[in-house]
């Protein structure tokens, strides 16, 4: 399975200043010289070729480019590339294993129909992953779930499935 393998970078067309970032993607180590004013979410999708984190209201407010920085989801279209030099970052490329097999909340969404478009889907998938991967217990009650889910729209699926999901990969992961 293709994990998103990066690619060279493209030809700069900017006049910005530059700046050099060095920043772990997925596992690997990056480092390129970019537009101080270059979105993450763009560095990621049309300098490595990592196309799964979406953009969508580029403000913020869908959910749609979250990745995981340093452990904590965080919207992409928010963060300049050059704020995250030095950071590990991982997009829904790095989710399932090297063989190609299902993280428990791939499988989740897939199991309970918890995705319909897809689009939102990789960012509800980091999101719920950093909070399922946090130290901090996770309140699994509807209210909850729905409350984490918060900041991530879905105009497709109503939600319920996605909230069923959660609570089968949180059971799951729970009984490795």
């Given amino acids: 399975m293709n994990r998103g393998t990066i690619r060279p970078r493209l030809a700069a067309t900017s006049i910005d200043p530059k700046a050099a970032v060095a920043l772990t993607v997925n596992g690997e180590a990056v480092s ?12 990621l999708r049309h300098e490595l070729g990592l196309t799964g984190t979406h953009v969508g209201c580029e403000h913020g407010v869908c959910g749609a480019c979250t990745v995981i920085i ?12 050059v704020q995250a030099s030095g950071a590990e970052v991982r997009t829904i490329e790095s989710v399932a294993a090297e063989d190609g097999s299902l993280h428990p909340l791939q499988e989740a969404f897939r199991d309970c129909h918890a995705l319909q478009c897809g689009y939102c889907t990789p960012g509800m998938i980091m999101n719920i992953l950093s909070n399922l991967e946090s130290d901090t217990p996770m309140d699994l009650s509807e209210e909850g779930i729905r409350d984490m889910l918060s ?13 069923a999901a959660v609570r089968q990969a949180a059971d799951a992961l729970a009984s490795r």
Avoid: H, K, W
């Fill in 151 to 163: 900041g991530n729209l879905c105009r497709c699926t109503g939600y319920q499935n996605i909230v």
């Fill in 32 to 43: 390129a010289e970019v537009s101080v004013r270059m979105l993450l979410s763009d560095f």
């Fill in 70 to 81: 340093d452990g904590v989801a965080a919207r992409s279209c928010l963060t300049f590339a």
